[in-house]
């Protein structure tokens, strides 16, 4: 079994499986808990409008910008590039193809009832590049401010490693580098991504889905006091 | 045989006749309570950290990415630029306990040992960090990307430290003498009455007292009675002139909750649990907090689900109630033409909601308001909310803190600042005598009682 072969097959079965599962164990864990109903009287009855939290938090106030604006915005960077990168490269969408066929006995337009098209390589290899800068720059802020430093821990430095690693890798087989044979970087790129599916829901990647919940938790119980959101 | 309380008090007893009150000797400190050993200490403060932890809270503790953009919010990392003043930092050792103990994967990091076993030495350092240099203004709480409201998390890591005997000296002291006594500052029933008394002799003023049946049930905050009196006798002017059928009552006039400040869940339902019951027992349809910013949130956002049910009586701070009556022009007053500003208290504006209730009290008397920036929602907090205020060691950094507040207010150039918390006015006269400043911080309700406009007149 090649390389390829392992990343393609077995090790894919289980990064997905282990990513399902762990989710699905951490949420589960989380939002099964239980939660206390509120008596006092709402100053705002309806209380679900604090669920523009979940925008409206999306960028920080004014008067907080001048210290966070660095961070917003290479934080933007990496994640928009990193998500276009993922759902609008070719080779990307021929492989959910595949493993949707594959899984579902359907291509993606037969189960969502739509396919979006891709974008260039030109386009996605500039903002795989523009990510990775991104990438680096948060990482040199994480080392050298104090805030940051000073909080950071394990699950930081390693989800930002995992995260990097399928861009790196995947502009690596895309220019073919190194005189290392494709399909050893292309096993390697799959692998790096299947890294990324196996951590994600154990460390800090799960804000990917707990930002909504804390966001409109937040947005509910202030909204009904009329708190500042 | 004396309770430790007591004991407490009579070795360390308060000083009640200073500007600001505290311990009459801070040099002699008590920040541990109790005889828990280490390893008890830890285990009941981390049992008490997540003994009332639901769905919201575990999210948070879930969510936090490390961006370190809360520091941009926290007015002690903003003056000294220390790291350890990060208002998730301050969290450290809970959300290590979290990880280890009891979150979803909690097996997965014992096993690995991916988050190291809280220390006793951990705790006692944190007492800096969750008491001295936190106000729960939650300031932090509007800057968080992820929407965590940190200062919730601050206040039930607060429970945990309360239980684990690892409260600062004053703060433990004048909630426990509140416990005891009913009040923090030594404004017993029989000292309230006193001052009743001599307050109605001397501003010849009627103050009802213990009516059986009243529409309208004041409180006020102990700060008030001992050091503020004047907010009594405004409170009375206020009412008399509106002509409600209003009382205060020796069984419930405390507003203050130092049990929600230090910690003490059980603590703090027993004072919010007298002003529910005074309220019940003379019928009143709506109660009145004094000027205080937690007192807000003890009762008007906490109280009913300490009751167990929803409150049957309406909670007001004195500024809404004061807005409401101008609005339906109950409530004439006059107009005074000054410059003002307005500082914010973070528990009734901020976090409380009643952000522009006592600007519309400012429009009617007329003034010209100076807008601070920031102001309203992201306000700086003065520096002495939370129980900051009390802690002697905490005072070269709340001056520090302080003077945040003093340039926001200067570059205003309104002729007097304004604000509706008693804690906040007592926070700007110790730092008003620190720094010797020219700015006094007045009263909202004084303001208005001082400018009403009788019917004869």
Redesign the interface.
Known sequence: MTLLDFARGPALQWSVSIFVFGLLWRLVGVFFLRTKVDLSAPRNPATWKGLRLIVLRSWPRKEFLGGTAFGEVMGYTFHLGFLVTLFFYVPHLLFFESVFEGLFGTDLEGLLGFRWPALPTAAITFLSAISIAALLAVLVHRITNPVKRLISNFDDYFSWLLTVAPLATGMLAYAHAGGVRYETLLGAHILSAEALLVWFPFGKLIHAFTIFAARGATGLIFERKGASL | MSTPGQDIDQKFPLELNEPRFSVKDPKIRFDMQGDLSDEQRVAVAMRNFVK?????A???M????????C???CHF?EVT?D??Y?P??KL?PFKQAYKREY???AL?FRMLN?KPKVTHEQLAEWQHLLYDSCTVCGRC?????????IATLISQARHGMFHAGLVPHELYAVAERAKREGSPLGATPKVFEDRIDWLADDHEIDIPLDKDKADVLCTMSSIEIMKYPDSVVATARVMNHLGVDWTFRTDGYEATNFGLLSGNAAWQKQMTMKLIDAAVACGAKTLILPECGHAYQAL??????M?????PF??LHMAEFLAENIRDKRLRVKKTGKSVTFHDPCQV???????EAPREVLAALGMELREM??T???NWCCGGGGGVVAIHRADNLRHKVFQIKMDQIEKTGAEIPVTSCANCRQTFDDGQAHFKWDKTMHSLLELVADNLVEDDA
């Open positions: 009332d932890f639901g769905r919201t575990a999210i948070y879930e969510s936090c990415i490390h961006c370190g953009m520091a941009e919010a990392h630029q790291p350890r990060t998730i930092w450290e979150g979803p994967f997965f991916l709480s509007l800057m968080c990307p992820m929407g965590i409201d008007r956002w906490m109280g009913a689900n009751y167990g049910k929803p409150l309406r909670v504006a901020r976090r409380g909601g009643a952000i920036f920031p309203k929602g992201t």
